[in-house]
């Protein structure tokens, strides 16, 4: 079944609502007028009862001469009955009146060959228990005329009153919604191309200020990420691009012409370094689109992180010495978490910490626990960095030094982008701060996740 | 000894079965995996390298039929694929180690020689040695020419290794991994500092040098004329 439109279930919602409301209002009014009528008719015959009661206050059997006509002559549409205390009828005041009437006192409708009456049944003296009945008949056709009258009117009202709302409502529905429509019209024109439109947030009502709001939250990121994606391809490209012209040039340059062996060897030597360097690049590439892809699934073994730290910095001694550089450890904790990863984050951060600190510096990784997780920094001395280049430190292929731009055999700069991708996958976040001569890499974990 | 290579890429085959044939083995190469598990399970190799993805039966259908015919020739996967379950698969199903490419040749080689090395039962050696250089396992002492030689830790182990596969090209990988345990490939120049100091220890004070660099590969120790 196909679905209806908002403005349409808005519309037919309306309209519902306004019968539902005139169709009681009218009830309610057409029960009201008929009580009112029920409330005259009582009081009327009520009043010709006492005149009634006096006019024949001599009657006492079926006999006796009956003559309420001065009474009734004033009333047309009034009949009256007069019947023994046993049920005998005694008088009829017209000849068209109905065989049977109900005998209890009091009032009551009827319906008799077509003429509507209201009954009131009364004993002619009170104060006697076998006192001769009066039953006072009034003629109320004209009455019930005019409430089947209103009764049509009230329904007539109903259907007008509903399809007056139903057409307002689907306008109202139809020019409500247009902020909708408004952005229905920018998510259409979204394309890969053309992340950059947003809704305008502050001519929204309120009720989808907010909706419009995520949407321009969720046009943001995509934009980011896709802005992060274009241009890590575009680094590609250019990373691979000198080791490629390099290898494209050496090997026709050494191609052109016969030459001694040795420079072929040595040209092929060349050529192997290139390669290897891409290698390694299309490898730590690989890992982090796994990373990406939430493939980067570590092990949770338990692990003692200080022994780990302590590993790496045996592993990284010889190079520390060399830079004449001192490396530390303090603290320790306990954390589950996949050794391989871990090691590869922290020599990632180490291999750093000792390319940027210089000679006689020094190298401080300290292991801090605390109630939610535990804290790693590692942290060097050196001339530190520009606050606003940290943030952009994980990005990959970010170099803090655009000098080591184009040298082909330095690192491709994705090794932090690697170590934040290990943190993540383990549930921590990576910070880079720097102040007052130091450089610190601060890592949190959660001890389980 | 006898390797089998089932290889699709022609290109890979080839210099595969040159590369291994040049370091000394017997290697047949063949491109379809069905032929490859007709002579997987003939049982006349020491060594099987299985790429994954390959026409008629694939990689891991090998080393099943392989297993189930209650064969434990060792098996080297290639693999282009990275996945973490891809390892996991290629390894319980009977794989012995895996590389994924782009991988570098000398790398394949210590990988082959490790695989093949594994199942002889090597004599329990107290001491290795190579022209004058002594390494004493059980006092964990080094000797050269007569002199006795300090090494750190790390040091005799890498020099142990170097004795061990003496004439082996190791790559720098291999050696991260073996000796500090660092099962990942590091763009860091640790190694090289790390053999450097190993030369100026064990070479620089003799005239004929046993530690050499092969250029783009790896470290070996050989004895070569002078």
């Not at chain 1, 006509?69 to 009256?80: F, T, Y």
Request: glycine content about 8%; overall charge negative.
């Amino acid at each position: 079944m196909r679905r209806l439109s908002l403005s349409s279930r808005l519309a037919l919602l309306f309209a519902a609502c306004t019968a539902v409301v005139s169709l009681f209002a009218g009830l309610l009014f057409s029960g009201a007028s008929e009580a009112h009528f029920i409330e005259l008719d009582q009081q009327l015959l009520e009043g010709k009862l006492i005149g009634l009661r006096q006019a024949l206050h001599d009657v006492r059997s079926s006999d006796s001469e009956i003559r309420p006509d001065e009474e009734l002559s004033r009333q047309a549409d009034l009949s009256l009955r007069i019947s023994g205390s046993d049920g005998k009828r005694w008088y009829d005041s017209a000849a068209d009146l109905p065989d049977k009437l109900a005998q209890q006192p009091g009032l009551s409708t009827i319906t008799h060959a077509g003429t509507d009456y209201r009954v009131l049944n009364a004993p002619l003296f009170p104060e006697k228990p076998d006192s001769p009945q009066l039953t006072l008949l009034l003629d109320i056709t004209h009455h019930q005329h005019f409430l089947q009258r209103m009764q049509r009117l009230i329904w007539l009202t109903v259907g007008l009153s509903a399809l007056a709302t139903a057409l307002l409502g689907a306008w109202a529905a139809r020019s409500g919604l247009r902020p909708l429509r408004r952005m229905s019209n920018v998510a259409k024109g979204v394309s890969a191309q053309s992340l950059n439109a947003r809704l305008p947030e502050e001519s929204m009502p309120p009720e989808l200020a907010q909706l419009a709001h995520q949407f321009n939250a969720m046009l943001g990121r995509l934009d980011d990420s896709f802005q992060r994606l274009s241009a890590f391809s575009a680094d590609i490209a250019h990373e691979l691009r000198t080791p490629l012209s390099n290898l494209l040039t050496h090997t026709q340059v050494t191609l052109t012409r016969p030459r001694p062996i040795e420079d072929y060897r040595e040209a092929l030597h060349s050529n192997l370094e290139e390669l290897q360097w891409m290698a390694q690049l299309v490898n730590d590439m690989l890992y982090l689109a796994k990373a990406d892809h939430g493939l980067l699934m570590p092990k949770r073994e338990p692990l003692q992180l200080g022994h780990e730290v302590d590993v790496l910095l045996e592993f990284f001694a010889p190079l520390a010495e060399d830079a004449r550089v001192t490396m530390s450890r303090e603290g320790d904790a306990g954390i589950e978490g996949d050794r391989g990863m871990l090691r590869r984050a922290l020599s990632n951060l180490l291999d750093n910490a000792l390319r940027f600190t210089p000679a006689d510096g020094e190298i401080r990784v300290r292991i801090s626990e605390h109630t939610a997780g535990l804290r790693l920094n590692i942290e060097n001395t050196g001339d530190g960095i520009d606050p606003a280049l940290l943030q952009r430190l994980f990005d990959r292929f970010y170099r803090a030094d655009p000098a080591r731009q184009e040298s082909s055999s330095e690192h491709a700069g994705l090794g932090l982008a690697i170590t934040q991708s290990i943190v993540r996958a383990h549930g921590g976040q990576i910070r880079c701060e720097s102040n007052r001569g130091w450089t610190r890499f601060v890592i949190e974990l959660p001890k389980k996740n | 000894m006898k390797l089998l290579i089932v290889e699709d890429q022609p290109k890979t085959g080839h210099y595969l079965r040159q590369g291994l044939a040049e370091a000394g083995f017997n290697v047949e190469w063949v491109a379809d995996g069905t032929t490859g598990q007709q002579l997987a399970l003939s049982g006349d190799y020491a060594l099987l390298i299985l790429d994954v993805m390959l026409s008629g039966r694939d990689g891991w259908q090998i080393v099943q039929a392989v297993r189930g015919a209650g064969l434990d020739t060792p098996v080297l996967f290639l693999t282009a694929r990275d996945a973490v379950e891809d390892r996991v698969q290629g390894l319980e199903l009977g794989g012995d180690d895996y590389l994924v490419k782009p991988f570098a040749f000398s790398e394949l080689l210590a990988r082959v020689r490790s695989l093949l090395r594994r199942g002889s039962t090597a004599p329990q050696e107290t001491s290795l040695q190579l022209a004058d250089l002594r390494l004493d396992l059980i006092r964990r002492r080094v000797e050269r020419g007569g002199q006795r030689i300090d090494l750190t830790a790390k040091e005799f182990a890498l020099l142990e290794m170097l004795l061990r596969r003496q004439g082996e090209v190791l790559p720098k990988s291999l050696i991260a991994s073996q000796v500090w345990d660092m099962n990942f490939d590091s763009d860091t120049n640790v190694i090289e500092v790390a053999i450097r100091r190993l030369r100026l220890k064990v070479d620089d004070d003799f005239p004929s040098k046993l530690i050499h660099t092969v250029r783009g590969m790896g470290y070996v120790l050989e004895e070569r004329g002078a």
